[in-house]
């Protein structure tokens, strides 16, 4: 399955955003998809995350009660939506999934098989 995240821009500090990530060449069906960001010589952190199955979500802690993590079955493509963003949220946002995430190996990238190209988020103070 391929990956494509979109959504990204330059937004100022309390506004909003919704970032998507849109399957190819297959779905997301029994996938676990999750968001990831990396900001400038920090390393990657997860985000959020969304079972396909069922519709459990997980949130860090640092984006909880601001971001939600969705999923549109008939588009095959998950979404985030950011709120009350903050300067501390710039970063490059990746999407990734995979079939075979256990709930201990929801927050950890390496378990991710596939991944998306990243989409800049910028927030201005």
């Known amino acids: 399955v391929q990956l494509q995240a979109s959504g990204g821009g330059l937004v100022q500090a309390g506004g909003s955003l919704r970032l998507s990530c849109a399957a190819s060449g297959g779905t997301f069906r029994r996938q676990t998809v999750a968001w990831f960001r990396q900001a400038p010589g920090k390393e990657r952190e997860f985000v959020a995350a969304?079972?396909?199955?069922?519709?459990?979500?997980y949130y860090a802690d640092s984006v909880k009660g601001r971001f939600t993590i969705s999923g549109d079955n008939a588009k095959s493509t998950v979404y985030l939506i950011m709120n009350s963003l903050r300067p501390e949220d710039t970063a490059v946002y990746y999407c990734?999934?995979?079939?075979?995430?256990?709930?201990?190996?929801?927050?950890?990238?390496?378990?991710?098989?596939?991944w998306g190209q990243g989409t800049q988020v910028t927030v201005s103070s």
């Open positions: 969304i079972r396909w199955s069922g519709g459990s979500t």
């Open positions: 990734a999934a995979d079939p075979s995430i256990i709930l201990s190996s929801v927050r950890m990238a390496q378990q991710y098989a596939y």
